[in-house]
């Protein structure tokens, strides 16, 4: 539809159609969502959110309307026009709302017809050619800035979850392994330090192999909330491995760190107790063991970090498991 040629000269009887269709943009809307109704059945008045009723829908009849009585206005439907960013908030709108593609666009196909069957009422019959167009043009856009929203939408949210770990809702280990490279730019820009913590589960393996890993999975989720509720908001926590964890600290000493850790280990060791499977009366003491790295004073590199912490980790195991170990 975008490659077809119509006249731009201004029509009369168009003129007068614009003119009848702004006076009447909430005739049109009760049509259209009457009709609507009558084949989804009244549920479909409560998807729409009002807002969207109210500022959007009806910008966008009055776009069309401007299109009708002069085809330049088809402008104010491109990226950057007016009526643009409304047709783009309508497709996030009813994203939000659950919509899927094929239901918005046949909303918008019921819309089309909807303001065809009103506006050819009030024409001759001469100018019916025209007028499709200049019906049409502007719908087509809308329908392909919706499905851009659509695309841009599910883009994001793809994004995101490539960037979770699918049990404890933190980033995974290369979303660990991008901002904690972030930090380091950033802490070596603007000469601050930063602490990594890195802690796993002691005797994991044996706790999986004794109740399951249903019950391990468990573990690792309570592990992961007690966690998220002690470190800061600007901290960094992610799932580094099976029962491994690792927390960056930004502008964080080492000392600071050391009472972060600590604060953990005691709080995971006291507060949590995690029912066994098939023995519910029997609550096991979870431990955790720990340890810390600090940028610029043990290392200049993310690999010297994670290294030099995930050694301070195993010396940590070696000793006796359930402390706190840094370099």
């Known amino acids: 539809m975008q490659n077809i ?25 009760e049509s259209w969502m009457q009709r609507l109704a009558s084949e989804e059945g009244e549920h479909s008045w409560n998807l729409l959110p009002k ?45 939000a709302n659950n919509y899927k593609t094929s239901e918005l666009l046949h909303e918008l196909e019921v819309l089309r017809d909807t303001i065809w069957m009103f506006c050819r009422k009030i024409i001759t019959p001469l100018e019916f050619y025209e007028l499709e167009k200049r019906i049409n043009r502007p719908i087509d856009k809308m329908v392909s800035t919706i499905i851009e929203s659509y695309i841009n939408i599910y883009t994001a949210e793809l994004k995101y979850l490539a960037r979770k770990d699918k049990l404890t809702d933190l980033l995974n280990y290369d979303s660990f392994k991008e901002e904690i490279g972030r930090e380091l730019l950033r802490s070596r820009r603007y000469r601050h330090a930063f602490s990594l913590i890195m802690l796993d589960v002691d005797e994991f393996r044996n706790y999986v192999n004794k109740f399951g890993l249903a019950t391990g999975d468990k573990l690792l989720l309570e592990i992961s909330r007690t966690i998220s509720h002690i470190v800061r908001m600007v901290d960094t926590l992610a799932r580094y491995g099976v029962d491994e964890f690792a927390i960056i600290l930004p502008e964080t000493s080492k000392k600071q760190a ?48 994670v290294s030099l912490a995930d050694m301070a980790l195993f010396e940590a195991k070696k000793a006796g498991k359930d402390m706190v170990v840094w370099k």
């Open 51 to 95: 807002t969207q009723l109210i500022d959007n829908l009806p910008t966008l009849l009055l776009g069309v309307s401007k299109v009708i009585e002069n085809p330049d206005h088809i402008a104010d439907f491109e990226p950057g026009g007016v009526i643009y960013q409304a047709a783009a908030e309508l497709g996030t709108n009813r994203r």
């Open 258 to 305: 050391r009472k972060v850790a600590e604060r953990i280990r005691r709080t995971v060791k006291l507060e949590m107790r995690h029912p066994a499977h098939g023995q519910m009366e029997q609550k096991l003491p979870i431990t955790i063991s720990i340890g810390i790295s600090t940028y610029p004073k043990d290392a200049e590199t993310v690999d010297e970090m």
């Open 5 to 29: 040629k119509w006249s731009k000269t201004p029509i009369t009887m168009l003129g007068g159609v614009a003119e009848t269709f702004r006076d009447q943009i909430w005739t049109i809307v």
